[in-house]
Structures are given as C-alpha cells and as structure tokens.
C-alpha cells in the first residue's frame, strides 16, 4: 500500500500517519521530520534546507527528490509506505509518478485532511515543543502541568519558529499557491479521497480507515 497524506499544517497529518502505519504496518515517510532531523544535526542539506525552512518557504524540489527516493529504496519500505509532507508541488507530484513507475510501482490512495484557516493559526502558534525530549504541548489543549515546562523530562518549552502567527501564515500562503493544485491533479487520476479534520483524532483516523481499508 502506498499512501499520501495531504493537507496544510497543522491539520495533523503527523498524528494520522502515525496511526495509519500501525493499523496498516507499512513505514511513514515524512519529510518534514526528516529535514529537521537534518537540520538538528547541522548536515549540509540541513543548512541548506535551514534557511527556506525558516521564513516558511518550501525546500527545493532537487533536494526532497534526491531524499524521498533514497528512503523510498530501503528494504523497510517493501511492504509499502505513507508520505507525509510530500509531494507539495505539481513538479514533485510529477517526479514522483516517474519514480514510482521505474521501480515498477503505483500510488493507491491520496487522502486529503481539510481544516480551515483560522483553526490552523491556533492550533500551531499555541503549540510549544520540549527540546530536550521532543514532547509536544498545546497551551490550549495539551497544556504542561506547569506553564512552559515538560511533564516528561523538566525542561523549559520553546515554540519552534515556523509556529510564529507571520510565518503560519506565510505557510499557509505558499500551501494554497503551490499545493492546493494537487487536490485537482490527484482527484483528476481518481485517487483523492477527503476527510474533514475537525474532531477529536480518533473521529479522523476512523474516517481515514474507512477510505484505506476498502482499498
């Protein structure tokens, strides 16, 4: 089963891919923990990827090409995978059915997570992360027994940058021009399927499950 997971952020794709791989047992890709993960670790696509990551841009398609297609190769990945977070283009979209066609593959199914703007910008400018153990607060909704401080490990939270309301909502400008188009390219193959993301996660994973398990 190959599956992609698409919506703006915030609309928790990250929480459904984790449930979706282990109902499903295939591997989650996400690109968005792969380039933080690079950038933690100061590699040269991390510093390169840095810079466009901070001001809410996207990374450019040669370098998240490059490294879908050398996750995508790794034997773990045989019994199928879900992409969080790519492809976010028409040009990614386009090299990625060439991909999958010349290793003999076909993409399944395309879900779209839908959730409105203004429950975006709240849901990321209110979410606080703990740098230590990479526990993730909601200051609204998943508050810290004490204010701004792990439950897990003491440490104090920090907002990540690109979860500032300017560059949210840059995030969501470059969404719409550069994303939305792929609901139409997607829906024009036959394989989109929407959900709505408002509600609790299990009410959105048991819509998603319902689309995947007739598949």
């Known amino acids: 089963m190959i599956v992609i997971l698409l919506g703006a952020p915030g609309v928790g794709k990250g929480t459904q891919s984790e449930n979706i791989v ?34 809410g841009e996207l990374v450019p398609d040669e370098l998240i090409i490059k490294m879908i297609e050398n996750r995508i190769s790794k034997t773990d990945c045989a019994n199928g995978f879900l992409l969080d977070g790519f ?18 593959l076909s993409l399944d199914k395309v879900i779209y997570i839908d959730v409105n703007d203004d429950e975006i910008i709240e849901r990321l400018t209110l979410r606080r992360v703990c740098p230590t153990c990479g526990a993730i607060y909601h200051l609204k909704n998943k508050p810290p027994k004490q204010d701004m401080i792990c439950d897990i490990c003491g440490s104090k939270l ?58």
């Not at 040269?44 to 990551?53: H, I, N, P």
């Not at 492809?87 to 003999?104: C, H, N, V, W, Y």
Request: zero cysteines; proline letters at 2%.
């Open 22 to 55: 282990k109902k499903f047992s295939i591997i989650q890709i996400s690109t968005g923990d792969i380039l933080r993960n690079e950038v933690k670790n100061q590699t040269g696509l991390g510093e390169k990827a840095k810079t466009y990551m901070e001001k």
């Open 158 to 215: 920090v907002q990540r940058s690109d979860d500032i309301k300017e560059t949210v909502e840059n995030r969501l400008k470059v969404f719409k021009e550069h994303t939305k188009p792929l609901i139409d390219y997607y829906e024009k193959q036959g394989k989109l399927s929407s959900v709505s993301g408002l509600g609790n996660v299990d009410e959105v994973f048991g819509r998603i499950s319902k689309i995947l398990g007739n598949l």
């Open 87 to 104: 492809p976010r283009t028409i040009e990614q979209a386009k090299s990625f059915d060439q991909m999958l066609e010349q290793k003999g």
